[in-house]
């Protein structure tokens, strides 16, 4: 029997973190081959050569697509992508998929869609519907929703969302967050291993941060946040870096500056997802403008602080409390979450997405459709 050839393409760890459960769904069907393409930062040495993680995992990269330059302004960005379509272009006739699958609304899943599109590859889309008003992301998600055939949303007002966009409801279902998946499968270290293991001072608490660059806004809301943070040097401050949007590098060099001077703050390339969720659970808050923070953190019973307009449209349970960019709300949003004691809202499902994900695959058609437009 001829296995259904499933191509994965992943650029970032946070990505990779989502997708590794369906990949293994994936990986021990009989019926589905999984093939994999690693782009973007996981090549990267400044980001920490995220694809040997995935090695280490089990998993075989079919292709490696280099792309990113050494830049992250708008036009360094622009012309990463297309350094991609060139080399999606023949990483996908080499690998000749039957079905690509996609997350999110990187930069890099837009180049890739373009090629799948013009190719003939059916795309299935994951995450679509949703809204990050704060970066150009908005519009990249649903530009792919529009080049995809088959769609895979983690909430019901996602869905309506892909639905509203012209997508016929026959090919748009709620799974779920992918993310949700790994909490509940996972098994995380207790606080001692964790803080032995990020070698932090086990008298301190912990707090989380991860700042992106707001692409449609100011770069400088870094600066408030971290001079709010500096009136917390009782407290283990652990950085995760910036992506590798434009602006990205920028915001990882003002944290390394300040992570040099002050010795309760550290900064990691990448946690990985054991570490991460790891600290998100044994963290008094998490902090930043990361879309885990409102998905995943919330399972894990961590309230989070959502700063600035990146996220701004995201669905966010009400231990997620939001804050401007300046010092007083920053502060104030810090101070509320550190006194929130519940309730912890679960509004993206129940974990069980890869197998869900995985039976729909299985059955639907593996050559591109005529597409119609869904009118409302």
């Keep these: 029997m001829n296995k259904r050839k499933i191509c994965i393409v992943t650029g970032t760890r946070a990505?990779?973190?989502?997708?590794?459960?369906?990949?293994?769904?994936?990986?021990?069907?009989?019926?589905?081959?999984?093939?994999?393409?690693?782009?973007?930062?996981?090549?990267?040495?400044?980001?920490?050569l995220t694809f040997k993680q995935i090695e280490e995992d089990g998993f075989t990269i079919g292709e490696k697509v280099e792309m990113l330059l050494s830049s992250d302004t708008p036009t360094g960005?622009?012309?990463?992508?297309?350094?991609?379509?060139?080399?999606?272009?023949?990483?996908?006739?080499?690998?000749?998929?039957d079905l690509l699958v996609i997350l999110g609304d990187r930069f890099e899943m837009l180049a890739v869609s373009q090629v799948a599109l013009i190719t003939g590859i059916p795309i299935a889309h994951l995450h679509g519907g949703e809204l990050t008003l704060g970066a150009y992301d908005d519009s990249i998600r649903h530009s792919i929703t529009k080049m995809a055939t088959w769609h895979?949303?983690?909430?019901?007002?996602?869905?309506?969302?892909?639905?509203?966009?012209?997508?016929?409801?026959?090919?748009?279902?709620?799974?779920?967050?992918?993310g949700i998946e790994n909490i509940f499968k996972i098994p995380l270290l207790s606080k001692d291993e964790l803080y032995t293991q990020l070698c932090l001072d086990k008298n301190k608490s912990l707090l989380l941060i991860t700042y992106h660059p707001?692409?449609?806004?100011?770069?400088?809301?870094?600066?408030?946040?971290?001079?709010?943070?500096?009136?917390?040097?009782?407290?283990?401050?652990?950085?995760?870096k910036a992506n590798a949007d434009n602006g990205g590098r920028f915001i990882n060099e003002v944290i390394e500056k300040y992570t040099s001077q002050n010795e309760n703050a550290?900064?990691?390339d990448s946690l990985g997802q054991l570490r991460y969720l790891s600290a998100v659970k044994h963290a008094e808050l998490v902090i930043g403008n990361s879309s885990s923070g409102l998905i995943e953190v919330p399972y894990l019973q961590t309230p989070t602080v959502n700063c600035g307009n990146r996220q701004a449209g995201r669905e966010g349970p009400t231990s997620v409390f939001d804050a401007e960019l300046d010092e007083e709300?920053?502060?104030?949003?810090?101070?509320?979450?550190?006194?929130?004691?519940?309730?912890?809202?679960?509004?993206?499902?129940?974990?069980?997405?890869?197998?869900?994900?995985?039976?729909?695959?299985?059955?639907?058609p593996s050559y591109l459709i005529q597409k119609e437009f869904y009118d409302l």
Excluded: C
Aim: glycine letters at 8%; charged letters at 25%; a neutral charge.
């Design 329 to 364: 709300s920053i502060r104030n949003g810090i101070e509320k979450a550190l006194q929130y004691v519940g309730p912890y809202e679960q509004i993206f499902g129940d974990g069980n997405v890869s197998r869900k994900i995985v039976d729909i695959l299985k059955r639907i």
């Design 214 to 240: 707001e692409t449609h806004g100011d770069l400088e809301g870094i600066h408030p946040l971290l001079k709010v943070l500096s009136e917390y040097p009782n407290m283990n401050l652990i950085f995760t």
């Design 266 to 268: 550290f900064l990691f």
């Design 152 to 178: 895979f949303t983690s909430t019901d007002k996602h869905k309506k969302r892909v639905i509203q966009l012209g997508e016929s409801p026959k090919r748009v279902w709620n799974v779920g967050a992918l």
């Design 15 to 48: 990505e990779y973190g989502l997708l590794y459960w369906l990949m293994k769904e994936i990986q021990a069907d009989d019926e589905l081959e999984l093939q994999l393409i690693a782009t973007g930062a996981h090549l990267s040495p400044e980001f920490g």
């Design 77 to 97: 960005v622009v012309k990463s992508m297309g350094l991609a379509t060139i080399g999606f272009a023949d990483a996908l006739v080499r690998l000749k998929p």
